[in-house]
């Protein structure tokens, strides 16, 4: 870092004009700069740029955003001083969030608002949240915490902005999520299959292995783990008149395995970002000084929608096997909505009109964002990749999924619950009584919100999943 910041000194030193270090910034690239004044310039970009609006961003996408620009800087090639490294490690360390807002970044250039805000609590302006949650200052949020506001050198400004640092933050943070929801979904769909009398010999491995797709595979081995030992799969075994499984039973291996497929790709890309030097211009060890498009988020663009498609269709999925169980002309007994006295109770029917709304939602969602690229900054920066919307948007539909997940659970346990005295599975047993010790078995009908509250808690914080792995072992 001191080696590339020296050759930042020397090009402030010297005539030759230089992007955002002795000019200015998007189609101002042609304007020089007085070496007087390049620093003066680096505070007046992040005043600038700082223009964000609408709701607050969440703190973890904040301080993931922070944690991957100082990652990045300490590269070497951006020609920035340890002390901005250190400022930004300040931050963290003492808990201090910039506000950040949901709007104003377009995914190229980096993300150039977010990242603004941040730095302009390192130079002791805009506002903050402390380590309490308060609202404050950026200069009291310092103050409180012993930290001095960074003073800016030329490129320093610049440098702490031009990175794709929140999108990728919240690629990060969605593919972490989804591996335990792709687990939730196994498990809720395998407790369906057992609700609806399914059968589990479309999941046999030799069977799925004449379609040698991976993800499909690790979910087919889910299935028959948590479904091995099955009293009520057993039951209908031998004698049953159906032929075959509709296709949201049948097919779960592979819509589940697609997706799984679809999150290993995205954390390829993932992986390679993170070792990533991200910015514009860079500095390069034999010192020359070159502008580039690093900063561009297509990569990540691109499979932040395709993880929202993913998604979009396994609450789909779900959804379909939540319908069969409340419907008696399809779920083989079940009683209506899986209700007790039906007519006067109506079971889980609302329920299943809140996770259709959340389908309907995450189909929106899956809308991709990376095709609707805008020109900005007359006409320099005319391709953008609108990366931070499609994060935004993934994090909306994995939270969605959460839900979705957890109303399928619910009418699952249900299910199993009047397959009595047949008992389940262990795998789907565990599953089932992480539910029952939280929220109560089929009865007359009770406020389901709070229950339906709990379940999602328990999809969330991945209870459901090590109850069953508890059980059965691990699972891929």
Same mark, same amino acid.
């Given at each position: 870092?001191?080696?590339?910041?020296?050759?930042?000194?020397?090009?402030v030193?010297? /005539? @030759?004009?230089?992007?955002?270090?002795?000019?200015?910034f998007?189609?101002? &690239?042609?304007?020089?700069?007085?070496?007087?004044?390049?620093?003066?310039?680096?505070?007046?970009? +992040?005043?600038?740029?700082?223009?964000?609006m609408?709701?607050?961003?969440?703190?973890?996408v @904040?301080?993931?955003?922070?944690? +991957?620009? +100082?990652?990045?800087?300490?590269?070497?090639?951006?020609?920035?001083?340890?002390?901005?490294?250190e400022?930004?490690?300040?931050?963290l360390?003492?808990?201090?969030?910039?506000?950040?807002?949901?709007?104003?970044s377009?995914?190229?250039?980096?993300?150039?608002a977010?990242?603004?805000?941040? &730095?302009?609590?390192l130079?002791?302006?805009?506002? %903050?949240?402390?380590?309490?949650?308060?609202?404050?200052?950026?200069?009291?949020?310092?103050?409180?915490?012993?930290?001095?506001?960074?003073?800016?050198?030329?490129?320093?400004?610049?440098?702490?902005?031009?990175?794709?640092?929140?999108?990728?933050?919240?690629?990060?943070?969605?593919?972490?999520?989804?591996?335990?929801?792709?687990q939730?979904?196994?498990?809720?769909?395998?407790?369906?299959?057992e609700?609806?009398?399914g059968?589990?010999?479309?999941?046999?491995?030799?069977?799925?292995?004449?379609?040698?797709?991976?993800?499909?595979?690790?979910?087919?081995?889910?299935?028959?783990?948590?479904?091995?030992?099955s009293?009520?799969? &057993?039951?209908?075994?031998?004698?049953?008149?159906?032929?075959?499984?509709?296709y949201?039973?049948?097919?779960?291996?592979?819509?589940?395995?697609a997706?799984? /497929?679809?999150?290993?790709?995205?954390?390829?890309?993932?992986?390679?970002?993170?070792?990533?030097?991200?910015?514009n211009?860079?500095?390069?060890?034999?010192g020359?000084?070159?502008?580039?498009?690093?900063?561009?988020? %297509?990569?990540?663009?691109y499979?932040?929608?395709f993880?929202?498609i993913?998604?979009? /269709? +396994?609450?789909?999925?779900?959804?379909?096997?939540?319908?069969?169980?409340l /419907?008696?002309?399809?779920?083989?007994?079940?009683?209506?909505f899986?209700?007790?006295?039906?007519? @006067?109770?109506?079971?889980?029917?609302?329920?299943?009109?809140?996770?259709?709304?959340?389908?309907?939602?995450n189909?929106?969602?899956?809308?991709?964002?990376?095709t609707?690229?805008?020109?900005?900054?007359?006409?320099?920066?005319?391709?953008?990749?609108?990366?931070?919307?499609?994060?935004?948007?993934?994090r %909306?539909?994995?939270?969605?999924l959460?839900?979705?997940?957890? @109303?399928e659970?619910?009418?699952? %346990?249900?299910?199993?619950?009047?397959?009595?005295?047949?008992?389940?599975?262990?795998?789907?047993?565990?599953a089932?009584?992480?539910?029952?010790?939280?929220?109560?078995?089929?009865g007359?009908?009770?406020?389901?919100?709070?229950?339906?509250?709990?379940?999602e808690?328990?999809?969330?914080?991945?209870?459901?999943?090590? &109850?069953?792995?508890?059980a059965?072992?691990?699972?891929?």
């Amino acid at each position: 870092m001191r080696r590339t910041a020296a050759v930042i000194d020397g090009i402030v030193a010297g /005539d @030759v004009p230089v992007y955002g270090v002795t000019t200015g910034f998007g189609s101002l &690239a042609s304007v020089v700069i007085p070496a007087e004044r390049a620093a003066e310039m680096q505070l007046a970009l +992040l005043r600038s740029h700082a223009a964000g609006m609408g709701p607050e961003v969440e703190r973890e996408v @904040v301080r993931g955003l922070m944690f +991957l620009r +100082l990652r990045s800087l300490c590269l070497g090639y951006s020609g920035v001083r340890p002390a901005v490294a250190e400022a930004l490690a300040g931050l963290l360390n003492a808990g201090i969030t910039p506000v950040v807002h949901e709007y104003g970044s377009l995914g190229a250039s980096g993300d150039l608002a977010p990242l603004s805000h941040v &730095a302009m609590v390192l130079v002791g302006e805009g506002v %903050a949240r402390d380590a309490a949650g308060e609202l404050i200052s950026g200069a009291d949020a310092l103050a409180a915490a012993g930290l001095t506001p960074l003073v800016l050198r030329e490129k320093e400004g610049l440098a702490l902005i031009n990175g794709t640092d929140g999108m990728l933050a919240m690629l990060c943070m969605s593919i972490h999520d989804l591996r335990r929801l792709l687990q939730t979904a196994d498990i809720a769909a395998a407790m369906s299959v057992e609700g609806l009398l399914g059968t589990d010999r479309a999941f046999a491995a030799d069977l799925q292995a004449l379609r040698p797709q991976v993800g499909q595979a690790a979910s087919a081995a889910n299935l028959r783990r948590i479904l091995a030992g099955s009293a009520i799969v &057993a039951s209908h075994r031998h004698g049953d008149g159906r032929v075959q499984d509709a296709y949201s039973l049948r097919c779960t291996p592979q819509v589940h395995g697609a997706a799984r /497929d679809t999150l290993d790709h995205a954390r390829t890309i993932a992986d390679r970002e993170l070792v990533a030097a991200i910015d514009n211009p860079m500095i390069l060890p034999d010192g020359r000084v070159e502008s580039c498009g690093n900063f561009h988020g %297509a990569p990540i663009g691109y499979v932040l929608d395709f993880l929202a498609i993913a998604v979009a /269709d +396994l609450g789909a999925l779900a959804e379909r096997r939540t319908d069969r169980m409340l /419907d008696t002309s399809r779920s083989f007994g079940l009683p209506p909505f899986l209700s007790t006295d039906a007519g @006067v109770n109506s079971g889980m029917m609302i329920a299943h009109y809140t996770q259709a709304a959340m389908v309907s939602e995450n189909r929106r969602l899956a809308v991709p964002a990376s095709t609707d690229t805008m020109s900005t900054s007359a006409m320099q920066e005319d391709h953008v990749s609108m990366g931070w919307n499609a994060a935004r948007k993934l994090r %909306a539909a994995v939270d969605n999924l959460t839900r979705i997940l957890a @109303v399928e659970l619910t009418c699952a %346990a249900r299910a199993i619950d009047f397959r009595g005295p047949l008992h389940p599975a262990p795998g789907t047993a565990a599953a089932l009584a992480a539910i029952r010790a939280e929220v109560a078995g089929p009865g007359p009908d009770r406020w389901l919100s709070p229950e339906l509250a709990i379940v999602e808690q328990l999809v969330r914080s991945g209870a459901v999943v090590d &109850a069953v792995i508890g059980a059965v072992g691990e699972l891929a």
